[in-house]
């Protein structure tokens, strides 16, 4: 079965540009959540989606957004990027959160802002 | 919230064992994950602890103390592709906190 495909892998991008990442689950996986990996900080939540809605979100400023599609399918969208928005953003999914902790994780998209 | 510690960087020799250890502050705690992860790949899934002991899967085990908030991550007879960054994350409501990880250096 197909694992989690993350769309595009590498990008760059100017200061004040807005950035758009894909995000498709496992077939059958209705949660998706996003993760921004930085050799400083380590992997720090963004948002949790299921079934469409926004279930948790993470401490990060508004211009961090994103949303999901009824086939579970999702997009993060980053607006007026700054220099440090340069991370990995890693995309994880699960069937639901059922305490087995066993998130999938895509091979991320790594952005970099100039 | 949660606040997770682990050790930034360890080394070890191919054969031996190593220890990595997690300590974790957390207003609620649903379980204890560690992760895998590869340089340039994604994390992977290694293991999941809820009650307090020992979980022994192949090379790799994993203990918890919940009244101590305290893990650890065992792996014996290192192999040179055990070389990895090792992720230990807390379970809250959803989705876990994960600390910064510990980058396992194996060398012959």
């Known amino acids: 079965k197909a694992g989690v495909t993350q769309t595009p892998r590498y990008l760059i991008k100017t200061r004040g540009q807005q950035v758009t990442l894909s995000c498709s689950p496992i077939s059958g996986h209705r949660s998706v959540s996003w993760y921004q990996q930085t050799p400083g900080q380590g992997l720090q939540f963004l948002f949790e989606?299921?079934?469409?809605?926004?279930?948790n979100k993470g401490n990060f400023p508004g211009r961090f957004s994103g949303r999901q599609f009824s086939n579970s399918r999702s997009e993060m969208n980053v607006s007026t990027l700054e220099l440090g928005d340069s991370a990995l953003y890693l995309c994880a999914s699960s069937l639901d959160w059922d305490n087995t902790g066993e998130l999938f994780f895509g091979e991320g998209s790594r952005l970099t802002v100039l | 919230g949660q606040n997770i510690d682990q050790p930034t960087e360890m080394t070890a020799t191919e054969g031996a064992i190593v220890q990595i250890n997690c300590t974790y502050q957390t207003s609620g705690f649903n379980g204890l994950f560690w992760y895998q992860q590869h340089a340039g790949e994604a994390p992977t899934f290694l293991s999941y602890?809820?009650?307090?002991g020992l979980e022994e899967k192949g090379r790799f085990s994993s203990f918890l103390s919940r009244s101590k908030g305290y893990s650890y991550l065992l792996l014996k007879e290192l192999q040179m592709k055990d070389s990895a960054s090792y992720l230990c994350a807390v379970g809250g409501s959803y989705i876990p906190t994960f600390g910064r990880g510990t980058s396992l250096i194996v060398h012959p």
């Open positions: 989606y299921f079934s469409e809605t926004q279930r």
């Open positions: 602890n809820v009650l307090d």
